[in-house]
């Protein structure tokens, strides 16, 4: 039997099989969860509209226009659902939270609105709940009420109401495969390397012992730059890439659709080519033969990565930015599901009901005939009535 690769174990993960995406699937599930989203939401409106003008004549004219309720577009709810991807990113770090509890808090708010839409759930009421999951997915412990209490304003029920919602969006799936740890091994990799203790990787005998020198005859990160002479000017050099590189893997990959679209691989990788492509493509030399067709697709799939990468909202948007996210907001406002804003009360129904609406209806008219059964005894506390003889 075949030893299994890192990529046969990778497309057997719930990353690959659940959230990996073409762009233009990407793309048309958004706009299937906006579209709808928005019918759901005028149909709410429209409902609540009708039980509050139930017999005034006005109600008709009041009901034509709920037909015309100005919904979010999807490119609004991908600006609206980033802001708040940047705010759970900052409050994770105000927690002093690791790198990949912030990271993982992030994917999991992105794959939950690939499903669900702000309309129907706002990113505010759903982000405390999604840093919380992830500091119990990946280990990192702290208390409900010790959480609850760093943000302000929020109860502890705030926080656990949204959950089930939110691991229902997440299809129940909770792994997220980060690039951080690749970008760190090919660090160790590339330090070996500049330092004479590199191994060729299995049939690949064009690394060699010159590769101190090739890797110093590289061309410099950027132009215009300074070449490197010596083989602590080759340390240096990846070392400041390796902070780069981690740089954008804590933001840029957090804040575009990456994760959806290419590996954990793939992306370390772009975000080494991106901030010093003749080291990154120095790398794959010492992975491939020259003349590999492999290398030549790879290359292509990692410059549009590291384009993507390029191309990412900033960390700290500015002025024109702020004004036209609170102008979404405020359209946001008169366009929510009257349904799902409360989702503190939601999530207490739900556990007083029971669900009862799953279970077995044997199940569900015993528990009925109990609850009838404890009411009867808590109104007559002294038993039943004593029988009178004669």
Known sequence: ??????????????QYRLWSYTRESLASLRATTNLTAADSVRAAIKSLDT?????VPEA?????????????TVEEEQKLVGFYCVKTMQFADFCGFPTNVKATAVQYLKRF???NSPMTYHPKQMMPSVLFLSTKTENNYISLNKFAEKLPKTKAEDVVAPEFLLTQGLRFTFDVRHPHR????????????????GHP????????SSSLEEMIELAPAERGGKKTKFSEDVVARIQTAHGKAKDTLKSSALLTDVYFLYTPSQIWLSSLMLV???LARFYLDTKFPTLSPLKTKLLVTLEACAAELKGSPSAEPGEVEMKELLKIDKKLYKCRNPEKIDLVQINKAQKREGEEHGL???VVKKRKLEREKSEKEAEDVFGPPLQMNG
């Open 276 to 278: 010093d492509e003749p």
């Open 1 to 14: 039997m075949p030893d299994l690769t890192e990529d046969d174990i990778y497309r057997s993960s719930t």
């Open 113 to 115: 609105y690939l499903s």
């Open 51 to 55: 039980e509050h003008q139930n017999g």
């Open 182 to 197: 690749g970008l760190e091994g090919g660090f160790m990799e590339l330090v070996a390397l500049a330092k004479g203790n």
């Open 201 to 208: 990787t299995p049939g690949n005998v064009a690394l060699s």
């Open 360 to 362: 077995d209806e044997k």
């Open 60 to 72: 008709a004219e009041r009901s034509i226009k709920v037909k015309e309720v100005n919904c979010l």
